[in-house]
């Protein structure tokens, strides 16, 4: 591809070029990293630049505080500061600027919001639940196993036959950048994965590596995946919102609070810096402290008579 710099049209050809260039990311972020250029190739156009060159370090920050002062919060400037960091170095490398405006740029600090997990009679409601139909059998095998492993609902979609080894109550897990792992699967996960295999070979379609086959025999989306636990969750009385990646904070949240080891949390959830696993730590405190404020003399209002 011919890249020139010089048009409007040239800033998202560019883009579009760099994107290519990074496809051993998973497909998430190549499209939230299309997003963000091509939002900030729009910025860049209404304030009249139209080359990327003319880009500086007081340009993006501009553009950063503009997107805090909307409302946007510091993990996702983060991840677009990113992107423009991974972006500005290939425009660099190919010698289409002369170094990296975004380099030294970090986004606002925010609070960070505690991730929402299911208590364990919560977590019992969802999983000791009946199914009705193969498909529900299908769905109770993956609940299990999103908690029982602490899977990202992407690992879960991309989790092949020849991953699991049933004998020793294992998994492989390829994680974000393409980490592997190693998941203990827990008995009641492994005796329903047993039984959906039993039906699975009825609707699997040629030779679809996947563990989690849809009705057509394919291999299930993230979405429906979704959209499946979101309707179990209400046809059996759960009043709140639930998704995949909950029953992800729930697996960690329940094993740290029994354990206290936040080491061995890290290593079962995949997290390459053990500051991302201390979040939970703070949904345990804030567990402890809604106990002492509901359980402690000294804590409680005293009723009045």
Known sequence: MAMSSGSDAALDELIEAYLATINGRSA????????????????CRSVGITEWAAVDSHCIRHYVAMRHHDGVQGPSLARSLSAFRSYFKFLTLRGLIGSNPAQSIRAPKSTRRLPRA???DQMITLLE????TPLELRDRAMWETLYSCGLRV????GMNVADLDM?????RVMGKGRKVRIAPIGRHARELLE????LRASLVRGDEPAVFVSRGGGRLSARTVQKRLRNWALKHGLNTRVYPHMLRHSFASHLLESSGDLRAVQELLGHSNISTTQIYTHMDFQHLAKVYDQAHPRARRRRNY
């Open 28 to 43: 998430n972020t190549v499209k939230a990293y299309r997003r963000d250029l091509l939002q900030f190739s729009r910025h």
């Open 118 to 120: 299911l208590d364990v």
């Open 129 to 132: 639940q009946t199914p009705e």
């Open 154 to 157: 992407s690992e879960l979609v």
């Open 167 to 171: 004998a020793n109550g294992e998994v």
């Open 195 to 198: 039984q959906w295999f039993a």
